[in-house]
């Protein structure tokens, strides 16, 4: 009787798991899923799939997915997909698409509505409009996406690992809520991350594409470990953000930086070849650069600006401790805000700077060589100078021209390369503005300062020598007032030529 009843058991067990509600599948599938499921083998859409809340789709490893029309999966539930290294998982489309050209976007892709999740692994998506169009939750390691137009939108919440892109028409990752990624790669995109929610982002690769990264009004987070090759921008930056980039490489970018009323953004430690800007910056507010080395193209040129760093800073813009080298212009800066350049070493074939408006400039600290034929142009605004050494070769005909504003110079030293038959290089010329000197120096100028109309130049020191040699002197007083404490002029033809105003020295030196 025992064993009846043992027998009788085992068949009510075994009926009991033939009714359980999971369902294999390994051919074709469409409709609602309402209770789990499993995918395995080779399976074909026949229609747009929907999982119901509170119920799983897993997808098996090894599985390949075939979507033949403009079918979408959409999640309310949960999706699956075990995809592994040696076994991973394929979703694709052999449609073709309207017009018989584009291989990109003809079917919808994976939709995860509010409440629901995506967890993926080791899996390929290509063809689609969206692979990933994430509302809820997810959770993808190792995502390949191909041929699509995007890669991944995010609505809600996600962690990413090492999630890849590649022939995207728009954009790979685009990130509205909140993710942490550690490795994001894309070839071949129009962006490979749209930056507008919350994102924490380590190690960033984006190749042969147009735009880098682009942060938008509002982002939050990090983005460290970048490497940026062959493209239009590299970093786009608008509006107020809380985000800052750091360990940027790269080679063969138009522009690095593109920043528009920005405020809150930084940038560090940025080694990049082969650009043609580094920063344009229009209306900024609020924009700090420290330890950037960068090198230009081989033309020495752009279309875009040409300067290496070109900004309208109405707020508040640093660049510290950093090396630009081979551009044809160095710093263009204007507007009412503070400019401040700390630590910047310059090394090109053009002016080192152009700064005017009604703002402020601090410049310390820095060795600035050019082989162009002039420094640059200070008007209007106030400036200080300190600890800084402008030097040129014989093309230099002009160092800075200064037309209005208040200048202060501590420790410079403003220099060319002698030339004997040199009959017209001035070092300084000012116009309408106020000089002071303590430890100003001018070395190898045909005319070291002309202090022209309405020119006022104070101070405790001011050195010119090495030139003046042809019609030239150490100073040129036309229209200007000299105020002294000390005033050397050496190895000069005339010390001053004094055309027109007024002199006042209290120890004068000559040689």
Known sequence: MSVSVGRGFVLLLLLLASLSPLVQVSEAVGGTISQDEVWSGAVVLDSDVSVNSGVTLTISAGTDVKVPDDYTIRVTGNIVIEGTSASPVTIWSNRTAVGGTSVSGVWGGITVLGGGSVTASHVSVSRARGAFDVYGSGILDDVTVYDSFVGLRLWGSATITDFACERIDFTCLEVRGSASADGVSTRDAGLGVDHIGSLDLTDLTVMDSGLGIQYADGSSGSTQVVNLTNLQTGLVVRGATSVSASQVRGSGLGLLVDAVSTSGF???DANVSDIEVLLLGTDVLDLTFSAITVSSAPSGGSTTSPWAVDVRNEGSFRLQDSNLSGFSGGIRLTGSGSHIL??????????????????????????????????????????????????GGTAAESGLEVIGGQHSFTMVEVGRQYNAADQQSVGMDVLWADITANGLTFSGWNTGVDCGQDCFITGDSLTTGQGGVNGGSGMLVDGGEVTLVGLATLDSDVGVHLAD???????????
């Open 342 to 391: 700390d630590g910047v070493d310059l090394d090109l074939s053009g002016a080192f700077i152009d700064a005017s408006g009604t703002g402020s400039l601090l410049v310390e600290d820095g060795t600035w060589v050019t082989s162009g034929d002039g420094f640059g142009h200070l008007s209007s605004l106030t400036s200080e100078w300190r600890q800084l050494s402008m030097s």
């Open 501 to 511: 105003g007024d002199l006042h020295v209290e120890t004068w030196g000559a040689a």
């Open 266 to 268: 930084t940038l560090s």
